[in-house]
């Protein structure tokens, strides 16, 4: 069995101009980082995200990805100066394991916050995203090959524990407009994800990174009875061959509590549930297994801890720096 699933995603890989090559989420309304440097320093605090997807329980070496990203804008420091003030920064970590194939992402953000921009009330945000992309095999790499021959004299199969790393580079824009919280009152997002186009080279046997594109938006519909909020949102993502349109609704009460329903159009549908306690967010979503493979998986489960926390710089009595919270 796991011969065969090593082969099914070897497959995968080996035509990937027919599927994407990043990670997905159901929480990514809440995790703009992953997919947008200009996210970087958005909120008016130190946000810190973590997220484990476990996708198609039940199957062999099923995937599993985990990420953590950490943002804050520059203004927490306490430096009166223009262009730190409105600089925003941020750090991205993504393990992404699926069968034998192991991917690691590292990435340093960087946004510039403009203000007014066509609206009163308004934020634009452009980023730029550095990093390298790690991939590899596992040492103990089992291949089938179609000709049923040894995987050693197939030079189109990468060996066993080949490991190889490449430059990274994406970029971004979010633009928010209003005074409500956390994404304000409605927004839209537009960014590029391995902007090179990159290829990793595993001893010869190469490998093309896709370029990505995110199209993201949200709003938040305030109810007749302030204790409701509706928060629907959409996430497009494309490779410039396939695409995939997710649209998500969360219902908000007393902006602790919530919980909602996401639908990849042509895929499946997911159900998420989560809340606050003072700085911390907590969310879970479950994914029912798509038509086909729902007798050999039981669903996809994901969960989000979050962080956030103000933290401002500010001059002591005797000229010195003291940290606030």
Avoid: C
């Amino acid at each position: 069995m796991k011969k065969i699933v090593s082969f099914f995603i070897f497959v995968l890989f080996s035509t990937y101009s027919f599927g994407q090559q990043d990670p997905e989420f159901s929480h990514n309304m809440f995790d703009h980082l992953s997919v947008n440097p200009a996210a970087a320093g958005l909120y008016d605090a130190v946000n810190a995200r973590l997220l484990n997807s476990q996708k198609m329980l039940g199957m062999p070496d099923a995937p599993v990805t985990t990420t953590f990203a950490v943002d804050a804008p520059l203004n927490i420091i306490g430096i009166e100066n223009t262009f730190i003030k409105n600089s925003g920064v941020g750090l991205f970590f993504a393990t992404d394991e699926a069968g034998f194939r192991k991917n690691f992402d590292f990435k340093f953000d960087y946004s510039y916050r403009l203000k007014d921009i066509g609206f009163e009330e308004s934020i634009l945000q452009i980023g730029l995203g550095l990093g390298v992309r790690n991939g590899s095999f596992a040492s103990d790499t089992d291949w089938l090959t179609p000709s049923g021959g040894a995987a050693s004299t197939d030079q189109s199969l990468p060996v066993a524990g080949a490991s190889a790393s490449v430059f990274d580079l994406d970029l971004g824009a979010f633009y928010k407009i209003g005074t409500g919280e956390d994404d304000g009152n409605w927004y839209a997002a537009f960014s590029l994800k391995h902007l090179s186009s990159p290829t990793v080279d595993f001893n010869g046997v190469e490998e093309n990174i896709k370029r990505h594109y995110y199209l993201t938006g949200g709003y938040v519909y305030e109810t007749p009875n302030p204790l409701f909020q509706v928060r629907p949102s959409i996430f497009i993502l494309s490779d410039g061959i396939s695409s995939k349109i997710n649209i998500n609704a969360n219902v908000w009460y007393d902006r602790k509590y919530w919980g909602g329903v996401s639908y990849g159009i042509g895929e499946s549908i997911g159900f998420m549930i989560g809340g606050t306690y003072e700085d911390f967010d907590f969310g879970y979503a479950y994914n029912m297994a798509r038509e086909g493979i729902s007798e050999y998986s039981s669903g996809s489960h994901e969960i989000m801890i979050g962080y956030r926390f103000e933290f401002k710089m500010v001059k002591g009595k005797n000229g010195g720096d003291s940290v606030r919270n």
